[in-house]
Nanobody, 124 residues
């Protein structure tokens, strides 16, 4: 099973940027689609972004489209989430997840392994 570890979260002001990283174990990282989800206090976990195994296909939630960019470095077993123009409503714990498919997906149920999450707090 793939092990995931997120990093890069923190406390920032509205309008700032952050880059999250998710390091994965295993030799088959390049065969998996990856996703980022988030969970705000008192809310359900929601989809943020996903990327295909090759990196050629991406998908975003409407709320982050144009502000966030997902990318991956298969040689480093790492997926990234570049977050620009952050808003207070982006405050949440951010999780990366693995899908045993080459295709990206927005459905949480399609992802099998999850990291522990990293906290992102955006102050107004």
């Amino acid at each position: 099973q793939v092990q995931l570890e997120e990093s890069g979260g923190g406390l920032v002001q509205a309008g700032d940027s952050l880059r999250l990283s998710c390091a994965a174990s295993g030799r088959t990282f390049r065969t998996y689609a990856m996703g980022w989800f988030r969970q705000a206090p008192g809310k359900e976990r929601e989809f943020v972004a996903a990327i295909s195994s090759s990196g050629g296909g991406t998908s975003y939630a409407d709320s982050v489209e144009g502000r966030f960019t997902i990318s991956r470095a298969n040689a480093k077993n790492t997926v990234y989430l570049q977050m620009n123009s952050l808003k207070p409503e982006d405050t949440a714990v951010y999780y990366c997840a693995v899908r045993s498919s080459i295709l990206a997906s927005k459905r949480e149920a399609d992802f099998g392994s999850w990291g522990q999450g990293t906290q992102v707090t955006v102050s107004s």
